[in-house]
């Protein structure tokens, strides 16, 4: 059934699908934006469905340069370029985060927890492009704002210190993502207690930072904990729980454990090709993930397909001359050798 949302007079919201994932967006409590904020949002895709989010964010940003800067000006920016991230579309928000933290900082200064919002979705945008080295400098002035401004303790912080650790753990320095993920983890169970989706998210952030570091038989329990928690407390199809069903099926694939990894791969593809779409990056990384589990069992044929498609996505997303392209189309090549040599890969007894 189709959801419908209202707006703060409660007429009815319809129109575009693109609609709903803007009001969602403009809505969450998180970002606390104005009514006329969530407003704008809602009706620049309800009065433009066919209008692509870049060209939407480019209109915006055209407007917002030849105004007098402002605050709402300023959140109405971030806002579209989040739903742009989570649209699979970081390189249409770029230019808009840096319009609204220039507009911040001007107006409401460096130290201003709107300008700390702005930080990290920004952060999030070069994060999701792989540029791990950039997305750190934001998180970290991000997060040196929110621990003044909010606290050690407070959930934006401990939000921003997971994400630091995971893109300190994609540039190579584990040990310190291990540290920063285990104060999230402490953090987070003594404000939420131990069966919260809160701390499940923190549990996944450790799982993967000791498969990093090479113990995956570290990880597991810990990933088996948090998917029980979301089991628990989210619907069977939520994104989140595909997330940690593809971190655990990652780490059971390096303990070569590949019947449990693949039926976890395949369940994660299920839930993100429903909840993002057959296109969107997720999809592509669990496509990846049982490209590498079915070359490991052996069939190199399906592995190549589905290593073909995550290529195709992945191009879609970041451009041809991305280095998980080029590592995605290895992959696919090292599958099609293998279909043409059946010998060179053979199922393990175990799996």
């Known amino acids: 059934m189709a959801r419908t949302r209202t707006d703060q007079h409660g007429a009815p919201i319809t129109g575009s699908a693109e609609a709903v994932v803007l009001y969602d967006a403009a809505t969450d409590a998180w970002l606390r934006f104005s009514p006329r904020v969530v407003d704008l949002a809602g009706r620049l895709m309800t009065e433009h469905p066919d209008v692509p989010m870049g060209q939407a964010l480019g209109a915006y940003l055209y407007l917002s340069s030849t105004d007098t800067p402002d605050v709402e000006t300023a959140r109405a920016l971030t806002n579209l370029a989040r739903a742009a991230v989570q649209r699979g579309e970081p390189e249409t ?83 310190e993502a291990e540290v920063l993920s285990r104060r999230v983890l402490h953090s987070r169970e003594r404000t939420f207690g131990p069966d919260d989706p ?88 669990a496509l990846i993930s049982l490209s590498k589990i079915r070359l490991a069992r052996g069939d190199a044929t399906e592995a190549a397909g589905l290593a073909g498609r995550a290529a195709q996505i992945l191009t879609l997303v970041f451009g041809p001359e991305h280095a998980e392209v080029g590592a995605t189309l290895k992959l696919q090549a090292s599958a099609l050798m293998a279909s043409n040599n059946p010998a060179a890969t053979r199922p393990p007894r175990s799996s």
């Open 198 to 285: 809160e701390t499940a998210l923190a549990l996944v952030t450790l799982g993967d930072v000791l498969v990093k570091k090479g113990d995956p038989a570290a990880a597991e329990p810990l990933l088996r904990r948090a998917l029980a928690v979301q089991q628990e407390c989210l619907a069977a199809d939520d994104p989140d729980s595909g997330f940690t069903m593809w971190h655990l099926a990652e780490a059971l694939r390096a303990l070569s454990r590949l019947g449990d990894a693949e039926r976890l791969a395949r369940r994660a593809l299920e839930i993100w090709e429903g909840h993002f779409g057959r296109d969107h990056e997720w999809t592509a990384w």
């Open 93 to 175: 928000a770029e230019p808009a985060l840096r319009r609204a933290l220039a507009i911040q900082e001007q107006v409401l200064g460096a130290d201003h927890r709107d300008t700390a919002l702005t930080l990290a979705v920004l952060g999030g945008c070069l994060q999701g492009r792989g540029e791990y080295a950039s997305a750190e400098c934001y998180f970290r002035r991000a997060l040196e704002v929110r621990e003044r401004v909010l606290g050690l303790e407070h959930p934006l912080t401990l939000g921003m210190l997971q994400h630091l650790a995971h893109v300190v753990s994609e540039l190579g320095r584990t040990d």
